[in-house]
């Protein structure tokens, strides 16, 4: 089983500024890696598909980047409503596996 | 625009087997994609169940394959998981989503409590 590793847990950005948030799988896949966010009640929503595509209808201060074992979501300018917990995904062997999720707060 | 709904009892006893169904509308489940079970216990993370594919044939996380089947059944859009044996650490929010490798639609969720 791939074990995904996101950090920081928790990440305190101030709105208008730029985050940036990690993940590492512990083998290879490709870029067979999904970012979603979650906020509180709701069910996680696609932002990124094959480690750098925008899924339809996010903005493009949402950016991804990487390959093999460590993958980068960058957030530019922060809005309000960007703080959330996001979580990375592979698919690139069974079983599928997620990160433990990094919150990212309003500092 | 596809949407998935999860229904089921959101209360289960302990020993007891865990069943919910997640109807499917806007996309015919036999058309593709794989069908998945994922789930994420109160103030933590995603964990992934389980996958399904419209002819049957089923992918388990191996730390549930023991107490885990999916079906689908293609007549009534519609597909399912039971969890058989279920004690407090499987309260959860159990969701149902869509996946061609990264999960693009994904149910409101259910809550399922296990307790006596």
């Known amino acids: 089983e791939i074990v995904m590793t996101q950090s920081p847990a928790t990440l305190s950005v101030s709105p208008g500024e730029t985050a940036t948030l990690s993940c590492r799988a512990s083998q290879s896949v490709s870029t067979n890696l999904a970012w979603y966010q979650q906020k509180p009640g709701q069910a996680p929503r696609l932002l990124i598909s094959g480690a750098s595509s925008r899924a339809t209808g996010i903005p493009p201060r949402f950016s991804g980047s990487g390959s093999g074992t460590e993958f980068t979501l960058t957030i530019s300018s922060l809005q309000s409503e960007d703080f959330a917990v996001y979580y990375c995904q592979q698919h690139n062997n069974w079983p599928h596996t997620f990160g433990q999720g990094t919150k990212l707060d309003i500092k | 625009q596809v949407q998935l709904q999860e229904s089921g009892p959101g209360l289960v006893k302990p020993s007891e087997t865990l069943s919910l169904t997640c109807a499917v509308s806007g996309y015919s489940i036999s058309s593709g994609y794989y069908w998945s079970w994922i789930r994420q216990p109160p103030g933590g993370g995603l964990e992934w169940i389980g996958s399904?594919?419209?002819?049957?044939?089923?992918y388990y996380s191996p730390s549930l394959e023991s107490r885990v089947t999916m079906s689908v059944d293609t007549s009534k859009n519609q597909f399912s998981v039971k969890l058989s044996s279920v004690t407090a650490a499987d309260t959860s929010v159990y969701y149902c989503a869509s996946h061609a490798g990264y999960y693009l639609y994904w149910g409101q969720g259910t809550l399922v409590t296990v307790s006596s």
């Open positions: 399904i594919y419209h002819n049957g044939g089923t």
